[in-house]
């Protein structure tokens, strides 16, 4: 089944593989996947071209629906069939988001969040595992080293006033980071400066539930899938443009 995906989010994962989901003309979620070791990220370019990005419209050859709560999203697909159609553009962009907009984080899982050593939902429950919010604030951003590798998280207040405090996965927001400091600026100004542009902007954020781990296989932690502000702080560019 051939299905054109506006694409919302994709995301960094371990050892070079990465997370893709999108939007069909219905709203329907639809996360692509493939067997282990899964979507790597040079899958995610063509002709040394970036094919699927945030906002890139593209193909998928879907083959199999493959939901397991709260990841309901899950249909393999046939990595031949993958074809960028077009990108959309600033106004495209911004009425997605709207229409996809949830009023809260709690209201995107159709299960209440637990907040117990970071925020989490248990594995088999929740109607879906990806959302987006408007926060009213975004208070902090921070850039610090956890076990050898640099870690990016957002604090943040939604609508409910509920404050959260979520790592980036977004794969774009992370070598956009990287970037900087490869370019010699000290992470906490690069913390400051993003700060001070969320506060300025208007910004939307995917928020996502990870897999279950090792230490807890049956937990489903909430991460930061996407970061978009408006006008754009990546001012047209992509993750490609960014990357090591």
């Given amino acids: 089944m ?20 999108g939007y069909d003309r219905k709203r329907n979620c639809v996360r692509p ?21 945030p906002f890139a419209v593209v193909e998928y050859d879907l083959l199999e629906h493959t939901p397991k709560p709260p990841h309901m999203e899950d249909w393999r697909y046939d990595p031949a069939s ?32 637990i907040s117990t050593r970071g925020h989490y939902i248990m594995a088999g ?4 595992s990806l959302g987006t919010i408007q926060p009213s604030e975004v208070s902090d951003v921070i850039c610090e080293t956890a076990d050898g ?7 943040f207040v939604d609508a409910t006033q509920t404050t959260w405090r979520l790592t980036v996965t977004d794969l774009t927001w992370r070598y956009y980071c990287d970037s900087q400091r490869r370019a010699g600026k000290p992470p906490r100004k690069i913390a ?12 939307y954020l995917r ?5 279950g781990w090792d230490e807890h296989p049956d937990r489903c932690y909430l991460q930061i899938t996407g970061v978009y502000t408006f006008p754009d702080y990546l001012q047209g560019q992509t993750f490609a443009d960014f990357a090591p």
């Fill in 149 to 155: 590798e640099w870690k990016y998280r957002l604090q």
């Fill in 207 to 211: 928020v996502g539930l990870a897999r």
């Fill in 82 to 113: 993958v074809r960028f159609i077009k990108r959309l553009g600033e106004k495209e962009k911004r009425e997605t988001l709207e229409r996809l907009r949830d009023p809260s984080v709690n209201a995107i899982f159709g299960v209440p969040v």
């Fill in 192 to 203: 400051a400066e993003l700060t001070r542009l969320l506060a300025t902007s208007q910004v």
């Fill in 2 to 21: 051939k299905k054109e995906l506006v694409i919302t989010d994709v995301t960094r994962m371990r050892e070079g593989r990465v997370c893709v989901a």
């Fill in 125 to 128: 429950q929740g109607k879906r």
């Fill in 33 to 53: 996947v493939l067997p282990p070791p899964g979507i790597h990220e040079r899958s995610l370019c063509a002709n040394k071209k970036p094919i699927v990005f």
